[in-house]
């Protein structure tokens, strides 16, 4: 199974940038696939996701309006669109993909598989 994240980037405060995860070995809608990320000197966190049904979607408070997940079957990827984008959006983001029950789909220790990180950079 591998996850490739891609798209990260340098964008100023207010820009947008659309994120990509590839995946292979698995098929991204046979899981719920979110993205995470991690700012230096912080923990990981939960950025949003998008459950098996593909119907449904789920956001931290901190980037729900700004950005929206969505999956294409056929390419078997999916995308996090990222708009307004904020200083504090500075992070590593992490796609990953979790074989869990919906309710664990905000938990990162649910998630069974990772992708490598792609740096997103947003400057003031």
């Known amino acids: 199974v591998q996850l490739q994240a891609s798209g990260g980037g340098l964008v100023q405060a207010g820009d947008s940038l659309r994120l990509s995860c590839a995946a292979s070995?698995?098929?991204?809608?046979?899981?719920?696939m979110g993205w995470f990320r991690q700012a230096p000197g912080k923990e990981r966190e939960f950025v949003g996701a998008?459950?098996?049904?593909?119907?449904?979607?789920y956001y931290a408070d901190s980037v729900k309006g700004r950005f929206t997940i969505s999956r294409d079957n056929a390419k078997n990827m999916v995308y996090l669109q990222m708009g307004s984008l904020k200083p504090e959006d500075t992070a590593v983001y992490y796609c990953a993909a979790s074989a869990g029950i919906r309710s664990t789909i905000s938990t990162m220790n649910a998630y069974n598989y990772w992708g490598q990180g792609t740096q997103v950079t947003v400057s003031s």
């Open positions: 070995g698995l098929t991204v809608r046979s899981f719920n």
């Open positions: 998008i459950g098996r049904s593909g119907s449904s979607t």
